[in-house]
């Protein structure tokens, strides 16, 4: 079985750093391109960035470009998604998802993160 | 950037069919797909590359596209189908995959 599963809910302080995970399994980790969607509460869908396993190829939206950093271990199928200094309004569920290639294939459950003072 | 406009809602009855709608200039050279996103949950690829389901995805889920309009139909709704609704693209550009607003559907 195919499946996606993401490090569990976070809560931290403005300034902290953070790094979630999306362990992937049931697949060839580096065949497919993984991207991360923020979701903010009440909030549509919005595209951070996507990486190619293989070579490590990223692309990032316009809007997250500088602001985190996404990266993964093909030794154990893991994609990342990580913050150096959080800000309040990154409070949002954050997913991975893998791609097939042009459109989002499979989701992992999301991981709430929650940035407060 | 593109931009895809959905409506903010959409309603109704059980056993009748809706129709969520996703705007973009000339959307139908475009490959769209749909998602669905019950609360509480991740969403679910429903339809990819206009009109094509993807496993377990029941028949009622059907798409088109053509001229400005990419369209999600949905026949003999189930209170189940309540749920917001989002589109899909890829383009060649700095921003290659967009997502339209959401359209929430309400069951009546």
């Known amino acids: 079985e195919v499946q996606l599963v993401q490090s569990g809910a976070e809560v931290k302080k403005p300034g902290e750093s953070l790094k979630i995970s999306c362990k992937t399994s049931g697949y060839t980790f580096t065949n497919y391109w993984i991207a991360w969607v923020r979701q903010m509460p009440g909030k549509g869908l919005e595209w951070m960035g996507s990486?190619?396993?293989?070579?490590?190829?990223?692309r990032y939206s316009p809007s997250f470009q500088g602001q985190v950093i996404i990266s993964a271990d093909k030794s154990i199928s893991t994609a990342y998604l990580q913050w150096t200094s959080l800000k309040a309004s990154d409070t949002a569920m954050y997913y991975c998802?893998?791609?097939?290639?042009?459109?989002?294939?499979?989701w992992g459950r999301g991981t709430l993160v929650t940035v407060s003072s | 950037s593109y931009v895809l406009t959905q409506p903010p809602s959409v309603s109704v009855a059980p056993g009748q069919t809706a129709r969520i709608t996703c705007g973009g200039n000339?959307?139908?050279?475009?490959?769209v797909h749909w998602y669905q996103q019950k609360p509480g949950q991740a969403p679910l690829l429903v339809v990819y590359?206009?009109?094509a389901r993807p496993s377990g995805i029941p028949e009622r889920f059907s798409g088109s596209n053509s001229g400005s309009t990419a369209t999600l139909t949905i026949t003999r709704v189930e209170a189940g189908d309540d749920a917001d609704y989002y589109c899909?693209?890829?383009?060649?550009?700095?921003?290659?995959?967009?997502f339209g607003g959401g359209t929430k559907l309400t069951v009546l």
């Open positions: 998802a893998r791609l097939s290639p042009r459109y989002f294939d499979l």
């Open positions: 590359d206009d009109v």
């Open positions: 990486m190619d396993p293989s070579d490590s190829d990223t």
């Open positions: 000339n959307i139908g050279s475009k490959s």
């Open positions: 899909q693209l890829w383009q060649n550009s700095d921003h290659p995959w967009v």
